[in-house]
T-cell receptor, first 113, second 114 residues
Framework: AQSVAQPEDQVNVAEGNPLTVKCTYS??????LFWYVQYPNRGLQFLLK??????LVKGSYGFEAEFNKSQTSFHLKKPSALVSDSALYFC???????????FGKGTRLSVIA | DGGITQSPKYLFRKEGQNVTLSCEQN?????MYWYRQDPGQGLRLIYY???????QKGDIAEGYSVSREKKESFPLTVTSAQKNPTAFYLC?????????????FGPGTRLTVT
């Protein structure tokens, strides 16, 4: 069975500082990894995905994520946080192209001015 | 929220009543999904469908039913058998062609049952 863990319920960061939102995964085959963002009372917006290739994946709104196979991690990063980045972030995994995504419980990011 | 619409945005029902949530997509996607979101629990899969006239149970299908009569539509019925139906419900779709595609989400329906 595949699963995702987001060890932090809440991450606080000052505006302009770098941010990291952590994610670890468990999957039997090759992992396909995703990050989504959710603003209040809205659906999820896709940020980026890792399928294969470069371990550093670049996505929307200046976000990037680093895939680390040995640590089974896929942490989301941004060099300089904005107040508008404050939202709920979800990591997700699937083990083949057409299976449903399995989501972590989410991490609430708060960027303080 | 792309080409997926969910209606209504807010829904209120009395306990014991069945209620149907609408989900329509114009992305020509074969696969569609229903998730339930509760605070602190992330998204949990209710049902999914990879092709018209076929669907599979997810992790928390009890008390829910779906149909997939058209490619564009995947309605979810919350029955009176669902013990705790108050939640935020999210519909998603994805393509099933070659490659690994992301899921696109609708804006959600917040259901309150009293």
């Amino acid at each position: 069975a595949q699963s995702v863990a987001q060890p932090e319920d809440q991450v606080n960061v000052a505006e302009g500082n770098p941010l990291t939102v952590k994610c670890t995964y468990s999957v039997s085959g090759n992992p396909y990894l995703f990050w989504y963002v959710q603003y209040p009372n809205r659906g999820l917006q896709f940020l980026l995905k890792y399928i294969t290739g470069d371990n550093l994946v670049k996505g929307s709104y200046g976000f990037e994520a680093e895939f680390n196979k040995s640590q089974t991690s896929f942490h989301l990063k941004k060099p300089s946080a904005l107040v508008s980045d404050s939202a709920l972030y979800f990591c997700a995994v699937r083990d083949s192209g057409n299976t449903p995504l399995v989501f972590g419980k989410g991490t609430r990011l708060s960027v303080i001015a | 929220d792309g080409g997926i619409t969910q209606s209504p945005k807010y829904l209120f029902r009395k306990e014991g009543q069945n209620v149907t949530l609408s989900c329509e997509q114009n992305l020509n996607h074969d696969a569609m999904y229903w998730y339930r979101q509760d605070p602190g629990q992330g998204l949990r899969l209710i049902y999914y469908s990879q092709i018209v006239n076929d669907f599979q149970k997810g992790d928390i299908a009890e008390g829910y039913s779906v149909s997939r009569e058209k490619k564009e539509s995947f309605p979810l019925t919350v029955t009176s058998a669902q013990k705790n139906p108050t939640a935020f419900y999210l519909c998603a779709s994805s393509s099933t062609g070659t490659g690994v595609s992301e899921q696109y989400f609708g804006p959600g329906t917040r259901l309150t049952v009293t």
